[in-house]
């Protein structure tokens, strides 16, 4: 035979259907060996499988531990009920559970209810079942090797139920070849263990690589959090998705129609590159759903760019009835009764946390910025010496002391009060009062307890977006006519898609015509905009319906908006007066989502007092 042409007929016999075998009923270990292909995949999914049936079992500490990426070991101990001695070999058989009597399937209350979890483990691998009944006098063991169950021993432990998992895929080598790096995999349970950890914070978890046995690495340890699920719930976040998280999230609670939302979905700022930081659960089961991701990024379209992703971590709380789990064959979706509800449920809540951030910016911008000041090389001055004051008192009076009235981008202007025109405190005003202009480009404001650096194109173009939004929601924009209309020449592409929809660009305050010649006329613009380069301003809304040719009217509209909101006359470079400069900064307090631009980046940093006085080692 040759082997660059292989024969079919020798590796797969003839051609499908021209030779008929009689039906006949496989037996049980091919038909387990089946059903557990689907059920695991991977290590990670059984690790799933088996702290699921911990959790299920009330256990309050979960040990979690694996060699070579799983391949080798997977052991799961738990200090939950056990098993009863004379149940062990029952729970090894398919379709044999104790958490559903099969009457009601959609009264399910627990992560199991198949019963194919142990013997789909025990089909791919050599499975050790040690348990001890909560109760019972001694601890009982039982091993699977070759699909065969051996015979229920006595055997030591304390308590709980040990699972031990040993050459998973070792009879399927199809499938271990299959199996990603030893890193990827173990990578993969961390994932699972995360997850699982979080929907579950008063339980203990601990995760251990033991591919050396005489040096195991403890890689996760979580204390159970002391409370309820939602009291319980922060310190467990802050433990698996880290301070910064917990810095940057907004609370977020819902209920509509006995249908309950509860969480954490960090600001935009702090969104991320790909659909990591998304964890989402139904009942306390985690989901990768396609209609809550959506629904999550439906939430956040507006005030981040499309390549970026929202962070979050929510609870969706409902009766049994109202979802069916029952629908994936590793549970990760799900079907709910009423896919419109659950949808506005997390839209609605989720915008309305977010706009009840306001103008909140990201920390961790703050805390990059502050690595951005590290103290210089060595001090200049002799030990005993005084620093010098001009440099320790701009710790405190940044602006006014460093930068003196003429580092305000070269212009003075006579200094103001410490009180706004009106008398109100600065405290009132978190943003603060207005104090200089850096590089014509960033607004320093002092605050009640700190300073604020605002980006102002940054700033002025969220302000714009939000207004040209909301006057686009209620009516026409208001259109500033131009005293000389505009001819601007474009290419022919940009001048169809412009022409094509004139009408929605009058109703967004752009009014063009065709002018013959391949040039185009433009005789209004969006007043909000000021003066503005109207070519620049054409091409890029050309550019934004091109993008957008294949998708639906209102996101291209909201496309439009984006890219004509950039166009605002307070760019980068502008000087502004100071006036101007506190109404920029009222301006974003009044309005929602100010703290970060239509990309997702922060429109201003703050830092307090603390921050600087540690800059300066006072603290
Ligand atoms: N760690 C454990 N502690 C106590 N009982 C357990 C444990 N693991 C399994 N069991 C018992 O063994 C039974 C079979 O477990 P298995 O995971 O195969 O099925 P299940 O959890 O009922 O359903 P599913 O297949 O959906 O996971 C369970 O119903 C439970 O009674
Ligand atoms: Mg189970």
């Not at 005030?303 to 064959?329: M, Q, T």
């Not at 915008?351 to 951005?372: D, I």
């Amino acid at each position: 035979m040759n082997v660059a042409t292989p024969n079919i007929t020798a590796i797969g016999g003839s051609a499908p259907g021209s030779i008929r075998r009689p039906i006949r009923q496989l037996d049980a270990a091919a038909a387990n060996r089946i059903a557990a292909g689907e059920v695991v995949e991977r290590p990670a999914a059984a690790i799933k499988e088996l702290v699921e049936n911990a959790l299920d079992a009330e256990a309050r500490r979960v040990a979690i531990a694996y060699a070579d990426g799983g391949k080798t070991l997977l052991r799961v101990t738990d200090d939950g009920t056990g098993i009863p001695p004379e149940e062990l070999a029952l729970a090894l058989s398919r379709h044999a559970t104790s958490k559903i009597d099969g009457t009601d399937l959609t009264d399910i209350r627990s992560f199991g209810f198949r019963g194919e979890a142990l013997p789909s483990l025990g089909a791919v691998g050599r499975l050790t079942l040690t348990s001890r009944w909560a109760g019972a006098a001694e601890a009982a063991r039982l091993e699977v090797r070759g699909e065969v169950i051996g015979a229920t021993r006595p055997a030591a432990l304390a308590r709980g139920t040990v699972v031990e998992l040993a050459g998973l895929f070792s009879t399927t080598p199809a499938r271990l070849r299959f199996l990603r790096s030893d890193r990827a995999e173990a990578q993969a349970i961390g994932e699972v263990v995360r997850r699982l950890a979080m929907a579950a914070p008063g339980v203990g978890f601990t995760l251990t690589d033991v591919t050396e046995p005489d040096a195991p690495r403890e890689l996760l340890r979580l204390d159970p959090e002391p409370g309820d699920l939602f009291d319980a719930l922060p310190g467990r976040l802050r433990a698996i998705l880290g301070a910064d998280f917990a810095e940057n999230a907004l609370r977020v609670e819902a209920e509509r129609e006995g249908l309950g939302l509860a969480g954490f979905a960090a600001l935009p700022t702090f969104s991320r590159g790909a659909a990591v930081g998304q964890y989402l659960f139904v009942n306390g089961r985690a989901v990768r759903d396609k209609l809550l991701v959506g629904a999550l990024r439906a939430a956040y379209a507006d005030v981040l760019a499309r390549d970026r992703h929202p962070v979050a971590a929510l609870f969706l709380i409902c009766e049994p009835e109202a979802v069916d789990v029952n629908v994936h064959p590793a549970k990760a979706e799900v079907r709910f009764r009423d896919p419109g509800l659950v949808r506005g449920l997390i839209i609605g809540a989720l915008k309305q946390a977010l706009a009840g951030a306001g103008h909140r910016g990201a920390t961790t911008t703050g805390a990059g910025v502050l690595g951005a000041f590290r103290p210089g090389p060595a001090p200049a001055w002799q030990p005993g010496r005084a620093m010098p004051t001009r440099l320790s008192r701009a710790a405190l009076g940044f602006a006014e002391e460093l930068l003196g009235p003429d580092g305000w981008s070269g212009r003075v202007e006579p200094p103001r009060p410490a009180e706004l025109a009106d008398g109100a405190p600065a405290a009132d005003h978190p943003l603060g009062v207005a104090r200089a202009q850096l590089h014509a480009t960033y607004i320093v404001a002092q605050t009640a307890n700190g300073i604020v650096i605002v980006d102002q194109h940054a700033a002025h173009e969220r302000l714009v977006y939000e207004r040209l939004k909301a006057a686009r929601a209620t009516s026409r924009v208001p259109g500033q006519l131009l005293l000389i209309p505009e001819i601007v020449e474009l290419d022919a592409a940009a001048r169809a898609a412009l022409l094509d929809e004139a009408a929605e660009l009058q109703a967004l305050g752009l009014v063009v015509e065709p002018f013959g010649g391949g040039a185009l006329c433009l005789r209004e613009t969006p007043a909000i905009l000021g003066a503005v380069d109207g070519r620049a301003l054409l091409a890029d809304v050309a550019d934004a319906l091109i993008e957008g040719a294949g998708r639906g009217l209102a996101a291209r509209i909201d496309a439009v908006i984006s890219r004509v909101s950039c166009h605002g006359s307070i760019r980068a470079g502008r000087r502004m007066s100071g006036p101007e400069m506190d109404a920029l900064l009222r301006e974003m307090e009044a309005t929602p989502l100010s703290g970060q631009c239509n990309h997702g980046r922060p429109t201003y940093v703050e830092l307090d007092l603390a921050d600087i006085e540690r800059l300066f080692g006072r603290r």
